[in-house]
């Protein structure tokens, strides 16, 4: 038979058991009929539901996503767990990237920061409202090392008060002092590898830099993953 294969899209490992794989991950290439996209959405959901609402002790409402890698495309993952979590709740989503076409520009963002009371919101204005309670809304503006980290909190510390659930497409963690500022004032961070680009080496270093930082690393999420198309589908093909 010659080799082919299909992405399954994600695969997401809680920071304490990332070694564990789950029976029905085992499972699911070999199942009759599988779907890898279907994989894929049962993964995000898993995520959602084991990031957001299995701790009620400590819960989570910001999270931030960063690669290792710079070719990683990290806004479509962030996407998809916002998708997957307005499905979960009624309370209002936001996913922070690079969305919509026009970005606040600097009076904007400090009106952001430093509105009165009773204002009307800016960050909803400048953000676009995909379902009832899913918004995408602008990254912060990078201002440079001098101010980024006073700046970068302030914008997540607006994101919770505007929204519920704040899921951010953070930079490069291998790349970007961005990420641990970012990670150190939200509820966690979750490092997303590439099965192709992320190498072992640089993993351990990053985590362990996050560690040290004492940001609370949530998981991870391995992505570009490739099975083998199962021999029944081939056969169909």
């Known amino acids: 038979m010659r080799e082919e294969v299909m992405s399954a899209g994600v695969l997401f490992a809680q920071t304490s058991a990332r070694a564990e794989v789950r029976p029905e991950e085992k499972s699911a290439p070999e199942a009759r009929g599988w779907d890898p996209e279907d994989f894929a959405r049962e993964q995000i959901r898993g995520l959602v539901r084991t990031v957001f609402f299995s701790n009620v002790e400590r819960p989570v409402r910001q999270v931030v996503f960063s690669a290792l890698d710079a070719e990683t495309d990290v806004k479509s993952i962030c996407r998809k767990v916002g998708e997957a979590l307005a499905t979960e709740t009624v309370s209002n989503v936001a996913v922070v990237g690079e969305y919509p076409q026009v970005l606040p520009d600097a009076e904007m963002y400090q009106e952001m920061i430093g509105r009165p009371a009773g ?17 995408l809304v602008p990254a912060a503006e990078r201002e440079g090392d001098k101010g980024a980290t006073a700046s970068l909190h302030s914008y997540l510390g607006e994101m919770r008060k505007e929204f519920e659930y704040s899921i951010v497409a953070g930079p490069p963690a291998g790349e970007s002092n961005e990420a641990l500022a970012m990670a150190q004032f939200a509820d966690g961070i979750i490092l997303v590898l590439s099965a ?16 040290a930082a004492q940001a609370h690393i949530l998981g991870t999420v391995l992505c570009d993953r490739m099975f083998p198309i199962p021999e029944g589908i081939y056969r169909r093909l």
């Open 196 to 211: 192709h680009h992320t190498r072992r080496i640089t993993a351990r270093k990053i985590e362990g830099m996050l560690e």
């Open 119 to 135: 204002h009307a919101s800016t960050l909803r204005r400048a953000a676009s409202r995909v379902r009832r309670n899913l918004w």
